[in-house]
Each structure stands twice: as structure tokens, then as C-alpha cells.
């Protein structure tokens, strides 16, 4: 049996592309509902021991770093209200680094199990960025957080073990319809049209494999 989490191999001719203009980038003080309305939900494998979040948990245990040096001037403690300062202290060079042994599987790497209603309590686990292009064409990223990505074992030795893992659905919208979701899956993912998913009422199911937390549009 599977878990829900609210955040929130299909057939070849359901696999979706279109390419895009440079948007047109704006800050908008709220989200478009339909964004809303159309979240996905992420059903987490029944076995699963490494849920969402939340991301504060692995701001208190970590620190920034610019080649394995830290960052001196960093706020500390860290949150998600001063993070945006690192971008004044090494920007996209900087990354946070594990303050203790996470080869010893702290209890932080556990993240939050979803409680009976698919929801994870607490400080925010996920995000969504909204990028809009001015014409009615809108892809929303549905990101979530996971406090470790568990690899697999690979010749008897686990690969691809590491603290914070960031996996996501992102939605086409055309004037407030979704046209096309993706599914990440590390650095690659699959596109499908809006049409072909499973969904529960107009939201889009995904399922994430166990441990790795890779976005697959069936389950197995």
C-alpha cells in the first residue's frame, strides 16, 4: 500500500515537447489559483523510511561552504527568512555542507512521515515557483524536499547516498488549462500530456520510488 503526500510507462504518443520563448520575468505577490487547484499529489512507496522535510531541519544541520571552506559572514543559524543572503557570499558556489556524520544516519535525515491525511506537518517541505511568459502561458514547478536520498547498492556498496535531495512535478498551463506535466527523476525525467496521467479529480498522481524519490507517472 502506498502513502499519499499533499504538496501537494505510458503510451509513446502520450509523451509531450514544446519549446519556449525567453520569459518574461516578473514577481507576483500571489500564486495563480489554478496552480493551486491543479497541485499534484505524490503517493510515497509504502516502505519508504526518507519523507519530505522540512527544509529548516536541514538549515539547522548544515553550513554553508565554498569549496569544503566556510562561509565567513554566513547568518547562523541558518532559516528560510536569511538564506537568500548566501547570494552575496559565493552565490551558485556555495553549498551546504553536513555539520555532522550523515553516514551515521542522523534522526534529521527522516524527515516528516505525512499523517492520515497525506499532509506533512511542521515548517514547508515543498515550493512552487511560478514562471509566467506574459501570454498565457504559465509552467509551474512543484518542488519537494527530502532530507536524504537513499541510493541504491551497487556491487554490495550503497551509491549515490547525500543529504537533501529536491525532486519535482512541473505543470504546462495555456491560459489556465494544464496542456503537459513532468516528472523528474534526478537530472533527467519524463514529459506526458495532461490528458494521458492518472489523476484523482483534476490533480495529477505521481509516484516516487523509494529512497530515491524519483517521480514516476505509474507505479512499480
Known sequence: ???????????????????????????????PSFVIDYAPLVWLDASESYFPGPISSQLLNTQPEVNFTAV??????????NLNSLNSLGGSNVSLSSTNDFTKYPAW?????????????????????????GNGTVYAFYMYFYNFNEGNIVFGTPAGNHAGDWEHNAILFENG???????????????????????????????????THA????AG
Open 72 to 81: 565567513s559572514g554566513a547568518p547562523s543559524p541558518l532559516t528560510l527568512s
Open 1 to 31: 500500500m502506498l502513502g499519499k503526500v499533499s504538496f501537494g510507462l505510458a503510451a509513446i504518443a502520450c509523451l509531450a515537447t514544446k519549446t519556449f520563448a525567453a520569459p518574461t520575468m516578473k514577481r507576483q505577490s500571489t500564486v
Open 109 to 133: 535525515l527522516n524527515g516528516t512521515k505525512p499523517d492520515s491525511s497525506g499532509k506533512v506537518a511542521g515548517d514547508p517541505s515543498a515550493a512552487i515557483i511560478v514562471n509566467d511568459y
Open 215 to 218: 517521480n514516476y507517472a505509474i
Open 177 to 211: 488549462v494544464p496542456q503537459s506535466v513532468w516528472f523528474s527523476q534526478h537530472a533527467n525525467g519524463e514529459a506526458f500530456t495532461y490528458s494521458c496521467v492518472e489523476k484523482q479529480g483534476q490533480r495529477v498522481v505521481g509516484y516516487s520510488a523509494r529512497g
